[in-house]
Every structure is written in structure tokens, then in C-alpha cells.
């Protein structure tokens, strides 16, 4: 039996969660996830693919990704140098329910926001 000692504090459940909502409730981080759930792309491609992101924060969400390893960022030595990012597939099946649950659950929490008539 090991003992917690008093400047450790034990994980609780929520911390887990916590650490997820971190990372994905950032403004776009979803929307890029979903650009890559099917094949890997190019920083233009999502760009396009999610218009109203400004190319700056972009480059944040998926720096920030990189760093916690949700995504690799793959570069080709070719001229003119080309980069592509990928979904770290140890996640991509975990992504792919999230995603699908939160449109389910947005979509029910449409419909009690909005008033029977």
C-alpha cells in the first residue's frame, strides 16, 4: 500500500478531463482535428477547409497540438519544401466518437434551447 505524501495530491477523475478540455476547447482545435480524421493535409488545405481561421492562429492551434502529440507534422525535403500533418492514429478512432457524440449532443441541446410550440 503506498501513502500519499503531503505535497502530493492524488489524480481525481476530473483532472483527466480537465486535461482534455484544455487542449480541445480551444477556438478551432476541433475543427482541425476533423480536417484530419481522414487523410493527412496540408496547412492550406485546412486553412481553406476552415476559411473563417486566420492563418495565425492556425499555426498556434497546431503547434500546440504537435506539443502534445495529437497531431505529427511531416516534412518532405523537396523543392519547393512541403509539410503535412497527420492525426496521431492512437488517437483517431477516440476523435472520430468525440466528435460524432458532441454533434449528437449539440444537436440536443439545440433543441431544448429552443422553444415547443
Do not use: C, W
Not at 503531503?6 to 480551444?26: D, F, G, W
Not at 480524421?37 to 504537435?66: P, V, Y
Not at 478512432?93 to 422553444?115: H, N, Q, V
Amino acid at each position: 500500500m503506498s501513502t500519499i505524501t503531503p505535497h502530493e495530491k492524488p489524480l481525481r477523475p476530473t483532472h483527466n478531463l480537465r486535461s482534455a478540455l484544455e487542449i480541445l476547447s480551444k477556438k478551432y482545435t476541433l475543427d482541425i482535428i476533423n480536417e484530419l480524421l481522414t487523410s493527412q493535409k496540408r496547412f492550406t488545405d485546412i486553412h481553406n477547409a476552415i476559411l473563417e481561421m486566420s492563418t495565425r492562429t492556425l499555426t498556434q492551434r497546431l503547434e500546440e497540438l504537435e506539443r502534445n502529440n495529437l497531431i505529427a507534422r511531416h516534412v518532405f525535403k523537396e523543392i519547393p519544401p512541403r509539410v503535412e500533418y497527420s492525426l496521431n492514429p492512437n488517437i483517431r478512432d477516440d476523435m472520430r466518437f468525440l466528435i460524432a457524440d458532441m454533434r449528437r449532443l449539440g444537436e440536443k441541446l439545440r433543441s431544448l434551447a429552443t422553444p415547443e410550440k
